[in-house]
């Protein structure tokens, strides 16, 4: 089965602008979650989706970033205006259960903002 | 936070063997995972605990102990391959949805020829 996919896998972008990042899970898994690892920090929860409802938001750093999941497919995640902190890198991760063990995660996207 | 403590680096040898310790702190233990994840690519699991005890997956083994907050995950027959960083990571319900993962900062494994 085709793993977790992630869009782009590199972007740079200068401060003010805006940036969506895309996140296709593996087909069938109703959960998704976004986390970000920034520069010597550990990577963090940011969001959890289950289908279409975002069923804890708790880690968004603030109201620059926004998240989706319509349909219950694929997710975007937008930052807008784009700070340098928040350069790092954007990981994408499902699972068919809330619970178990069963996380996949994507490559990521390494934000670079200038 | 969880105060999920791992060391920062390690080296070993190629064929020896080399433990990664990783210790807690949870309000509402219910799970802890190792991954490994080479430069540039996805965390990939390692293994999962949910009771006391050894979990032994080849030549990976992972072990935990919740009275104490501690677990550690043991590589044997090291590879050059095994170079990469190790990450511990904790389900916790007494934090965010209780399905989140909350990480260490990952231990950088070194195996040297």
């Known amino acids: 089965e085709a793993g977790v996919t992630q869009f782009p896998s590199h972007s740079v972008i200068e401060k003010g602008q805006t940036v969506t990042l895309r996140c296709d899970p593996i087909?069938?898994?109703?959960?998704l979650y976004w986390y970000r690892r920034v520069m010597g920090k550990e990577i963090k929860f940011l969001l959890h989706?289950?289908?279409?409802?975002?069923?804890?938001e708790s880690g968004m750093p603030n109201n620059r970033f926004l998240a989706e999941r319509t349909g219950g497919t694929y997710s975007t995640l937008k930052v807008q205006p784009a700070e340098l902190e928040d350069s790092g890198v954007y990981f994408c991760?499902?699972?068919?259960?809330?619970?178990?063990?069963?996380?996949?995660f994507g490559s990521g996207t390494r934000l670079t903002v200038v | 936070g969880q105060n999920i403590d791992q060391p920062t680096e390690m080296t070993a040898t190629e064929g020896a063997i080399v433990q990664i310790n990783c210790t807690y702190q949870?309000?509402?233990?219910?799970?802890l995972f190792w991954y490994q994840q080479h430069a540039g690519e996805a965390p990939t699991f390692l293994s999962y605990?949910?009771?006391?005890g050894l979990e032994e997956k080849g030549r990976f083994s992972s072990f935990l102990s919740r009275s104490k907050g501690y677990s550690y995950l043991l590589l044997k027959e090291l590879q050059m391959k095994d170079s990469a960083s190790y990450l511990c990571?904790?389900?916790?319900?007494?934090?965010?949805?209780?399905?989140?993962?909350?990480f260490g900062k990952g231990t950088s494994l070194l195996v040297t020829p």
């Open positions: 991760a499902s699972s068919q259960v809330s619970g178990g063990y069963g996380y996949t």
């Open positions: 087909s069938g898994h109703d959960n």
């Open positions: 989706f289950v289908k279409e409802s975002k069923q804890d």
């Open positions: 949870t309000s509402g233990f219910n799970g």
């Open positions: 605990n949910v009771l006391d």
């Open positions: 990571a904790v389900r916790d319900l007494g934090s965010n949805s209780g399905y989140a993962l909350n």
